[in-house]
């Protein structure tokens, strides 16, 4: 049974920094494209940040400069490093492993509150 869980959200003041880890079970992450999406109230899904299996990094505009992703393929974690958080980062952010073509999982998702 593979599974995605996050770990790592809470509340936040503007400025601040939360980290977020995901570990994955079930699969072999290592072959996969580990991602983070966000879900704001009233709002689409969207893509935070991936990283593929060679380590090549992909981010929001709106997250570049602040968020940094990174992979331990030995431990089968993925983590999202948050830095300078401003209200608008308020969201559900769900862990994903994709294996393009084939299938991808999802995390149950973490929530992220940055008071203003």
């Known amino acids: 049974q593979v599974k995605l869980v996050e770990s790592g959200g809470g509340l936040v003041q503007a400025g601040g920094s939360l980290r977020l880890s995901c570990a994955a079970s079930?699969?072999?992450?290592?072959?996969?494209?580990m991602g983070w999406y966000r879900r704001a109230p009233g709002k689409q899904r969207e893509l935070v940040a991936s990283i593929n299996a060679i380590g090549g990094p992909v981010y929001a505009e709106s997250v570049k400069g602040r968020f940094t992703i990174s992979r331990d393929d030995a431990k089968n974690t993925v983590h999202l490093q948050m830095n300078t958080l401003k209200p608008e980062d308020t969201a559900v952010y769900y862990c994903?492993?994709?294996?393009?073509?084939?299938?991808?999982?999802w995390g149950q998702g973490a929530q992220v509150t940055v008071s203003s």
């Open positions: 079930g699969i072999l992450s290592r072959v996969y494209i």
């Open positions: 994903n492993a994709a294996l393009m073509g084939v299938t991808e999982y």
